[in-house]
């Protein structure tokens, strides 16, 4: 039955940052597919509550809080998976954060950090799920890219370079990985009501673009980023590797 092609029963997944926000609808969507989730955000009473929610809702849930660009710490969180017997099946990069300013006013130190969270973390994270699933040949790896793998923005430069970096990521990780039975593929959502954006959601003018610019004359809910994320993560895309799934509204097709 093509349903059953969606089902995640007996898998495993890691989604980066799912202490709230994308991160933790993707999380919620997984475990209604019926997957074991592993929570991930740093260590931090949201994580707990985050864990605590999901299990009161039926999920067989997992925390684990790490600091997913600290290398040290991210190879200790697989070495203990390994302790403990949980074989992630299915990672999804999504941690991630914003810096809004100027370049021109850039400090190094910001450019670094939002580089750090939003790309090489998926190269650190992505690299330890990835030497535990050659050996099993198989696996899915969805990174979390944005309609800021495509377009820049002024004012978020450094994260528009992250977020065009997964892109070129996810391809790589397609041109190593594909042979080995692992599907890497990317999201990129539009414009999504999380505290990420708060403030522009807050800002009438923002609010106003943002509905006028989407064809879907809206914003986009985290739990509408589930079908793709699902679709991704389950046998449904077994033969499609290195793609990058806009769920957008419109946006990237419109001028
Ligand atoms: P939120 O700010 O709502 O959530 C971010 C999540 O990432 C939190 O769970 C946070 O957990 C976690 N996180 C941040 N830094 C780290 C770190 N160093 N180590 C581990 N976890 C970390 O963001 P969104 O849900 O909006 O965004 C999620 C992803 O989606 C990001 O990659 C973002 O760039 C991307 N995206 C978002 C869009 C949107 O419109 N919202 C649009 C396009 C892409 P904690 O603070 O507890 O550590």
């Known amino acids: 039955m093509a349903s059953n092609l969606f089902d995640l029963s007996g898998s495993t997944a890691l989604v980066t940052g799912s202490s709230r926000g994308l991160g933790r609808a993707i999380a919620e969507g997984f475990g209604a597919a019926g ?32 600091d997913v660009t600290n290398e040290a710490a991210v190879k200790a969180a697989f070495r203990r998976f390994d302790e403990e017997g949980l074989e992630v099946d ?21 450019w670094q950090r939002v580089i750090d969270t ?7 994270v992505g690299r330890e799920a990835a030497l535990r699933m050659i050996p099993r040949g198989r696996g899915k ?5 944005s309609l800021t793998s495509e377009l820049a923005r002024a004012t978020v430069i450094p ?22 039975g692992i599907q890497a593929n990317a999201i990129g959502p539009g414009y999504m009501l ?24 809206r914003w986009g809910k985290p739990e ?16 499609v590797n290195g793609q990058i799934i806009y769920v957008d509204g419109g946006m990237l097709s419109v001028l």
């Open 159 to 180: 994260y528009t370079v992250a977020k065009g970096g997964i892109k070129m990521l996810t391809r790589g990780m397609a041109a190593e990985w594909a042979k080995s």
């Open 224 to 239: 509408e980023l589930i079908g793709a994320a699902v679709f991704l993560a389950s046998r449904a895309s077994d033969y």
């Open 35 to 66: 997957a074991r989730l592993i929570i991930n955000g740093r260590a931090g009473s949201g994580l707990s509550n985050a864990a605590g929610e999901l299990r009161a809702a039926g999920h067989d849930v997992h925390e684990a809080a790490f």
């Open 118 to 124: 939003n790309l090489t973390s998926a190269f650190l």
């Open 90 to 110: 299915i990672l999804v990069n999504n941690a991630g954060i914003q810096h809004r300013q100027p370049m021109a006013e850039l400090a190094l130190a910001d």
């Open 141 to 145: 790896i969805i990174n979390i890219g």
């Open 194 to 217: 999380t505290d990420m954006n708060e403030a522009l959601v807050n800002d009438p003018k923002f609010d106003a673009w943002v509905k006028g610019r989407t064809p879907a004359g």
